[in-house]
């Protein structure tokens, strides 16, 4: 049972450099989340997805973009790295409908990401 | 203010000890909530949803207080296990529509 599934674990890039995180789910989730955390705060949201084929913006959207052409699938994409973005990036995924999700969220371990 | 705060700690307890932790937020339309544990360099993961009506896990006990915007976390006999951050997590509403704000962590060592 995968359950989340992040790829790559580790990366490290030079600025101005572009890159596709993978996040891929079998749960039969709804939605799925991009997060960020960085040290001593919160995971901040970067881009969510509620359905197929649907994006929203989350906390901290700049300098990211985000596609779910299939339900399993969230990709985040760095078009242009800035040292800014070195970070640790979570996926998640939850139940949900209707715009909203009680639901408690599943996590990747985590992508370790480091901008030169 | 934030939405959601904690106290980052760090608690350090004997093993054997009763810790607990709160967590306020400060949207009164907020939905649900969740404690989190999250160990170094790792993923967070669920620890327990939080009921209005309190609920018990082992040795956690998680509680809602709606009149004063706070959950909270016991934790009974301490483990050197239980050494980790742990995280509120809070569903709401605002006029951006329904979000999650996760807090920035307690950290608690539990030591031999």
């Known amino acids: 049972n995968a359950g989340v599934t992040q790829t790559p674990k580790f990366r490290v890039l030079k600025t101005g450099q572009s890159m596709t995180l993978l996040c891929a789910q079998d749960?039969?989730?709804?939605?799925m989340y991009w997060y960020r955390q960085d040290p001593g705060m919160g995971l901040r949201l970067i881009h969510y997805s509620v359905g197929e084929g649907t994006t929203a913006k989350g906390e901290v959207p700049d300098g990211y973009n985000v596609s779910r052409l299939k339900k399993q699938n969230f990709l985040l994409g760095l078009e242009s790295a800035a040292p800014s973005q070195t970070s640790v990036y979570f996926c998640a995924s939850s139940y949900g409908q209707g715009g909203m999700s009680n639901q408690p969220q599943h996590f990747g371990d985590g992508t370790r990401l480091s901008i030169l | 203010r934030k939405e959601v705060e904690q106290d980052p700690g760090p608690f350090n307890v004997p093993e054997g000890a009763t810790v607990a932790f709160n967590c306020t937020y400060s949207?009164?339309?907020?939905?649900?909530f969740f404690w989190y544990r999250q160990d170094c360099r790792k993923e967070p993961k669920l620890l327990m949803s939080v009921y209005s009506s309190g609920n018990e896990d082992g040795r956690f006990t998680a509680q809602l207080n709606r009149a004063s915007q706070y959950i909270s976390l016991l934790i009974r006999d301490s483990k050197l296990s239980d050494s980790a951050t742990y995280l509120c997590v809070v569903n709401m509403y605002d006029t951006g529509g329904f979000k999650t704000i996760f807090g920035a962590g307690t950290r608690l060592f539990v030591k031999a």
């Open positions: 749960m039969n989730h709804e939605y």
């Open positions: 949207n009164s339309a907020s939905q649900s």
